[in-house]
C-alpha cells in the first residue's frame, strides 16, 4: 500500500491519469484521419482504468458489481472502436462508412445489452464475489462460454487493427516505420491481459491488470502521436494518392497479366472501352480493343478505339510490373489521347504547306509588280511602290521564318558533335551583307555535342537580327568554356533591342497591345529552351545576347588560351 492506498488500485488510477493526458495532447488533431476514432478509444481506456481503480477500493457487493460491470463495458466498446481507428489512419475510411460495417457495431452493442441485464439472466457470468486480494477489493466470478465469446469478439477487433497498423510499416517503410511499430505493439500488452483475466489464468485471477498494463501503452502512444506527430504524417495521404495516381486521373489505366488478360481498370479505361470492369476481368486486353491491339511483346504503339461512333486515337505506353525478387507479372497499360494533337499537327501541315507555296509564291508575284510599277512610276508614287515591295519582302522573309520554325519542329533527330568555329562560319557566311562585318572568335578545337540544325537557327537569327537592324554594323559572334557551360555570345554596337521586344521574349507570350515585330526573336527563344540553354540579353552598350549550354551537352578539345579565331567580312 501506498499512504494506505492499494497499490494495484494506485496503478490503475494512474494508468487512467495518463491516458486523460494523452487525450487532452490530442486536441489539436481531432480533424486527422481516424482521429475520432482514436479519442474514443483512449476515452474508453480512461472511464476503465478510473472505474476499475475506484472498484478496486469498493467492498460494497453491489456497488462492485456495477463498476465491475462498466469495466466491461469498456472491454466490449475498445476493440471497435481501435478498429475503426486502424481503419481511418490507415486511409480505408470508405470501409468505416460502409453498411456492413456499422451492422458489426452490433457486436458490441449486443455484448452491452448483455452485460446491463446479466443480473436477469446470468448468461454472461455467475457467481459474482467481491475478494479481498492485497488490500484491495478483488472480485471471483465464472465467466461463461458467451462472455468468454464476447471479450474474444473485442481482442479480435484490437487485433485487425493492430495489423492494419503494422501493415503500415511493411507497406510504406522508413516514412511510419517508428511510430507505426509504436501504435501496432501497444494494445499488446493490455490485450494479453485480458485475456489472461478472461480464462482465469495467474495467482491474481480475482484481480484484471489490464488498467496497470495501460501504463506502457499510453507511454508508447504519447511517442508516437505527440513526440513524433504520427498524425502529422498519416498512410491515409499515401493511400490516396495511390488511389488518385490510378483510380481518379483522367488518363486510362489498364492492368494485364504476362499473357495481356485484364486485371484491373480505372474508371477511365472504363469510359474509353465503354465496359464494366466487373464484366470483363479476366478477359484479353486486346479482344476489347477491336480491331487495333497493345504489342504483345510489352512494347509502346498507337491505335484508335472508336466509342460510341467517335474514333479516338491513343499513344499507348506499358510499363512492366514486377514482384520483389524482379519475376514480371504484367504490365500496366497507358493510353494517352492524342486525338487533338495529331488534328494540330494535321493543321500545321497545311499551315506549312501554304506557307511554303502559297505565301512565298503570292509574294514573289506581288513583289514583281511593285517592282515594275516603282520602275515606271515616279515622286510620291514610286515611293508608294517602293513601299509596297519592303513590306511584301518582310512577309515573305516571316514566311519563311515560320516555315524554318515547323520544320525545326519536326525534325526529331539526335545530338551529334560539330565543330563550332566551322557551324558559326557557315552561319555567317549564309548571311553575308555589303555593309556590315562580322567578326567570328570561336577556339579551333571546341566541339558541341548538340542538334546542330537548331543551333544554326538561333544563331543566323541572331546575327541576322544584328544585320538588319544596326547602320553599318560590327558584330562578334564568340564562344568560350566557362565551368560546367558552354557559353556562346552575339554582340552588336548598334542602339540595343527595344524593350517592348525583349518583354515579349521573356513573357514567353504576346498580347493584343503588347507583341513583336516577327518571329525572329521567337526563334532565338524557342531554340535555345529546345536546346536546354539560358539566353540573356544585355542592351547596356549596343546588345550582347548570352546563350549558355550545359556542359554536360558540349565537349572541348585542348584549347589554348586566346585561342585561333578569324574574322569574316560580311
Known sequence: MVFGVPWLALGSLASGLASLYLLAQLRGHRRKPGATWFVATVATQTV?????????????PTARLALEMLTWLCVLWIGFFFLSFALGYTGRTAIVESRWYLAAAALPLAGSLLVVTNPVHGAMWRDFAVVPTLGAAGAAYAVLPLGLLAIVVAMLFVSFGTLLVLDTVVSYGPLYRR????????????????????GGVGPLSAVNLTPLLFLPHVALDLYAFVR??????????????????????????????ERGRVVNLNPAAERMLAVDKRDVLTDPLNDLLGGDGVPTDGGDGRLGIENGGRRREFKVRQTPLRDGSGTRLGHTVVFQDVTDELRRERRLEVLNRFLRHNVRNEGVVIRGRAELLASRLDGEHADY????????????????????????????????????????????DSLAAADGAVTVDVPADLHLVTRPALLSVLLSNLVENALQHVPDPTVTVAAAVEGEDV??????????????????????????????????????????????????????????????LPRERAASG???????????DA
Request: include cysteine.
Open 487 to 548: 557559353v556562346l555570345s552575339v554582340s552588336d554596337d548598334g542602339p540595343g533591342v527595344p524593350d517592348h521586344e525583349l518583354g515579349v521574349i521573356e513573357r514567353g507570350r504576346e498580347t493584343d497591345l503588347r507583341h513583336g515585330s516577327g518571329i525572329g526573336l521567337w526563334l532565338v527563344r524557342w531554340t535555345a529552351t529546345t536546346l536546354g540553354a539560358d539566353l540573356q540579353f544585355d542592351t547596356s552598350d549596343g546588345t550582347t545576347a548570352t546563350v549558355r
Open 179 to 198: 511510430e507505426a511499430l509504436a501504435v501496432g505493439l501497444s494494445p499488446i500488452p493490455p490485450g494479453a491481459a485480458v485475456l489472461l483475466w478472461a
Open 228 to 257: 513524433s506527430d504520427m498524425f502529422e504524417f498519416h498512410p491515409a495521404t499515401r493511400r490516396a494518392g495511390e488511389r488518385a495516381a490510378i483510380d481518379d486521373i483522367a488518363t486510362p489505366v489498364a492492368i494485364v497479366d
Open 48 to 60: 476503465w482504468c478510473l472505474a476499475y481503480g475506484a472498484a478496486l477500493l469498493t467492498f460494497d
Open 558 to 568: 585542348e584549347v589554348a588560351e586566346g585561342g585561333d579565331a578569324r574574322a569574316t
Open 385 to 428: 511602290a517602293a513601299t509596297i515591295e519592303d513590306s511584301i519582302d518582310r512577309l515573305v522573309a516571316s514566311g519563311e521564318k515560320a516555315r524554318t520554325l515547323s520544320d525545326a519542329a519536326a525534325d526529331d533527330t539526335g545530338v551529334e558533335s560539330v565543330a563550332l568555329d566551322s557551324l558559326v562560319g557557315d552561319v555567317v
